[in-house]
């Protein structure tokens, strides 16, 4: 069965810094996909990111990119030029090619402060 | 185009009430899931559904929890008898047919309180 975890329950950082939230994983599949989730107070899931495993270039969307890598199972986010509506729960996920579900760790609330 | 439509957006219930949890896809998606969230967690699959046919149930709990997706009209996830342990938020997800996971989008949830 496929894990994700999330070692980091809470972050911080400064407007204008970057930060790297962590993720890892664990899965016996070749081809599967990865993805990054926003959720603020709202409570609204937004999609920030989407990797697919058979890609070896690592996505990138704006001020936000992933490490990939997929031999050591890891998938962190990096988020660029922080800014105060980047303050989220943000949830890493896998998602397999075989069934449709998403597995979600149990995410890093991230705080970004002025 | 609307995003996948959840309502309502809060629900209240009394432990041993019925609950109905509806998801109105996005228009020209097929495919609907329903995910709950308990607090401080992260979303936990519990159903997936076609129209008319439920394709993988493997998340849901074996009693109480029941989900449907009609011909006509939005999902409806459906909880009798609810108790405490009910309350949490859950989400919707619509993806167009053959897109998995890489298609999903998601509802704004509904958040379930059983006082």
């Known amino acids: 069965a496929q894990t994700v975890t999330q070692s980091q329950p809470e972050m911080s950082v400064q407007e204008a810094e970057t930060v790297t939230l962590s993720c890892t994983y664990d899965?016996?599949?070749?081809?599967?996909?990865l993805f990054w989730y926003k959720q603020p107070p709202s409570r609204q899931m937004i999609l920030v990111i989407r990797?697919?495993?058979?890609?070896?270039q690592n996505a990138t969307e704006n001020r936000f990119s992933v490490n990939f890598q997929k031999a050591a199972k890891s998938f962190s986010l990096k988020i660029s030029d922080s800014q105060l509506g980047d303050t989220a729960m943000y949830f890493c996920?896998?998602?397999?090619?075989?069934?449709?579900?998403?597995?979600f760790g149990t995410g890093t609330r991230l705080q970004v402060f002025p | 185009n609307a995003g996948v439509m959840q309502n309502p957006r809060h629900l209240v219930r009394r432990r041993g009430q019925e609950a109905r949890l509806r998801c109105s896809p996005m228009?020209?998606?097929?495919?609907v899931y329903w995910y709950r969230q308990l607090p401080e967690e992260g979303l936990k699959f519990m159903v997936y559904?076609?129209?008319?046919?439920?394709?993988?149930e493997s998340g849901m709990p074996k009693e109480r929890f029941s989900a449907e997706f009609p011909k006509e009209g939005p999902s409806i996830l459906r909880i009798q008898q609810v108790v405490r342990g009910d309350s949490a938020a859950y989400f919707c997800?619509?993806?167009?047919?053959?897109?998995?996971?890489?298609?999903?989008?998601f509802g704004s949830g509904t958040r379930l309180t059983v006082v």
């Open positions: 997800a619509s993806s167009p047919s053959g897109q998995g996971a890489a298609g999903y989008t």
């Open positions: 899965t016996s599949e070749n081809n599967y996909y």
């Open positions: 990797q697919e495993a058979y890609k070896q």
């Open positions: 996920a896998f998602g397999s090619y075989n069934t449709d579900k998403l597995i």
């Open positions: 228009k020209g998606h097929s495919h």
């Open positions: 559904l076609q129209k008319e046919n439920i394709i993988d």
